[in-house]
């Protein structure tokens, strides 16, 4: 959770004072820009610590922005597990035969193994997925599957990282926007 000091709002109004309605305008502006910054944060360490895409991770997350008179934003990410054939498997497409080993899986860069007696499979969807089968037969299958972007996110290793970048750019956001707003009116 990143909050704004006391110590920040009292610069902003010792600042901003003579200006009418300059403190809520540069307090929501620096909230929002530190949003965007922690989606961007979240989505460069996600991607760096597993083996998912960017835009995998970005479409899951939205913005709640902040407004003059709400000064809270909020970044979420929802989402259901993610299909293994979101992260590195191999063999990486269809095959006439199931591997004899099964497919080899990679969720986190740290790690990764083989899941055996599976096999990649292509639905009349055109969802390509990682399966096994529950019984001897031929049916039913299941799909596998990893963990869903919002666990990735609230890893600690993730979070952590998130949280740093964004108090660090709302001091520096809440600078500029002061120094902005001063310019324009000219000082």
Not at 37 to 63: L, N
Not at 123 to 131: D, P, Q, R, T, Y
Not at 158 to 178: F, P, T
Request: charged share 25%; no cysteine.
């Amino acid at each position: 959770m990143i909050d704004i000091t006391a110590e920040q709002i009292n610069m902003a109004k010792l600042m901003l004072g003579h200006i009418p309605g300059a403190i809520p305008k540069v307090l929501a502006n620096a909230i929002n820009r530190a949003a965007e910054g922690a989606r961007t944060d979240a989505v460069t360490k996600a991607k760096e610590d597993y083996t998912i895409t960017a835009g995998r991770v970005r479409e899951t997350i939205s913005i709640s922005k902040a407004s003059t008179s709400n000064l809270s934003a909020a970044v979420t990410s929802r989402g259901r597990p993610r299909a293994l054939s979101y992260y590195k498997i191999r063999p990486g497409k269809v095959t006439k035969r199931r591997p004899a080993d099964g497919v080899y899986a990679q969720v986190k860069r740290s790690g990764g193994g083989t899941i055996a007696k599976s096999f990649v499979a292509k639905m009349s969807s055109g969802h390509v997925g990682v399966f096994n089968r529950t019984s001897a037969g031929r049916f039913p299958i299941v799909q596998r599957h990893g963990p869903s972007v919002a666990q990735m996110l609230e890893s600690k290793s993730v979070s952590q990282y998130v949280e740093a970048g964004a108090n660090r750019r709302l001091s520096d956001r809440l600078n500029h926007e002061i120094n902005r707003m001063l310019a324009r009116y000219g000082k």
